[in-house]
């Protein structure tokens, strides 16, 4: 048996940089993607948003299942996440860093274990500990008749 799961989505582009996302095999709706002006209309979140939402979400979640492994209860979690962009070597925008604050609704001291939750609780995030130590990518592009016109794997 593999350690391994899978999940897929699809894109379709709608107009200009306007994307319909769909989750494939779930029951959610599809989300819009847009660039900002001047190349689109802020007709939903851009890929650099989308990806501060996941670590800021990601690490809240883990925070939170931390915490509920100690038997905690804790009331609502908050997070206020920032992201930079810069341009590389290159001059080619990138996500230069990230800042995600997480925001307790209890008083520590009402938390149990809250030290050992908060040593742990980074470890079991997803998305941020794979952004930060690098994910292979494989891309492919491929014609309108399924040819392969390109492909390129790197990262991790």
Partial sequence: MSDELG???SLEQVE???FRVRFNGTALDDLATDEP????HNAGPNPARLLLVAVANCLTASLLF?????????GP???QARARLGRN????WRVTAMEVDLHLADAAASLQHLDRALAQFEDFCVVTESVRTGVTVAVRVLDAE????HTNT???
Avoid at 37 to 40: A, F, M, S, Y
Avoid at 89 to 92: D, G, I, P, S, T
């Fill in 77 to 79: 979690l908050r997070a």
């Fill in 16 to 18: 200009d940089f306007e």
């Fill in 66 to 74: 931390s915490l509920r492994k100690f038997r905690n209860s804790p």
């Fill in 89 to 92: 070597a290159e001059q080619h």
């Fill in 37 to 40: 002006p001047p190349q689109g």
């Fill in 146 to 149: 399924g040819r392969l016109l």
């Fill in 7 to 9: 999940f897929e989505v």
């Fill in 154 to 156: 790197t990262g991790g």
